[in-house]
């Protein structure tokens, strides 16, 4: 009877090794069922895309927010060349064990611009040096049904080396080198573009693949070790 009793202990002890050698962590199951994660990027035959489960030139604003969360702020950024940008910051935000600053840009006509404009409750700049409208309150409840024309992501997290990129998504189409410190990646195909920098700080901007255009003075060939991205890891 004792053999039967110690036959059964040694049944369970090998199962619970396997289930603890087999059985990912929870907090890697979870990321692993997720599809919101910033390399999940699909392509549509129209040539938008999705990204944190929003359809890029279709998701609107109200879907971000039941995302997301409410927004910091919305601003409308006016650049020395004329153009005009409509921005919504989001705090840190979390999804799953990964989180970070979100920017979406808005599509938005001229002649609403030029409302937004001219009811702007105060004028600010950026650190570009590009001026920046805060909009009133109501101009901002109006934005509920606005599309999404891209996303900007920015890790809390700093330091990712360049292999942890490319694991991710590849070698990029092409790259080009800012100066000593800043590195860009690009991925047309997806409508990516990846910043990185020595000193540790990552920005991921995603547009529609359909509207994605190559900046001059690229190279079209993948980066490799010795580019500024391959920074040591460290966090903020």
Not at 60 to 84: D, Q
């Amino acid at each position: 009877m004792a053999s039967k009793w110690i036959w059964i202990a040694a049944v369970l002890l090998l199962t619970g090794l396997v289930i603890f050698f087999v059985t990912p962590p929870a907090d890697h199951q979870r990321t692993m069922q997720r599809t919101d994660l910033p390399w999940l990027v699909t392509t549509e035959p129209d040539g938008s895309s999705r990204v944190f489960d929003l359809h890029l030139g279709n998701a609107t604003l109200r879907e971000a927010i039941a995302k997301f969360g409410n927004p910091e702020a919305v601003a409308l950024y006016i650049r020395e060349s004329g153009t005009r940008d409509l921005e919504t910051y989001f705090g840190t935000v979390s999804m799953g064990p990964l989180k970070a600053k979100i920017i979406l840009n808005l599509l938005v006509d001229e002649e609403r611009l030029d409302q937004f404009e001219a009811n702007a409750i105060k004028q600010e700049f950026s650190a570009e040096g590009h001026k920046k409208l805060l909009l009133n309150s109501e101009d901002k409840q109006s934005l509920g049904d606005a599309r999404i024309a891209g996303i900007t992501y920015i890790p809390t997290y700093k330091g990712l080396e360049a292999d942890f990129f490319r694991e991710r998504f590849g070698e990029p189409a092409a790259w080009k080198v800012e100066d000593e410190e800043n590195v860009q990646w690009f991925y047309p195909d997806i409508g990516l573009t990846l910043l990185m920098s020595a000193e540790g700080r990552e920005i991921l901007q995603y547009r529609m693949p359909r509207d994605f255009v190559m900046p001059e003075g690229v190279e079209s060939k993948p980066a490799r070790t010795s580019d500024p991205g391959d920074s040591e890891s460290g966090q903020e």
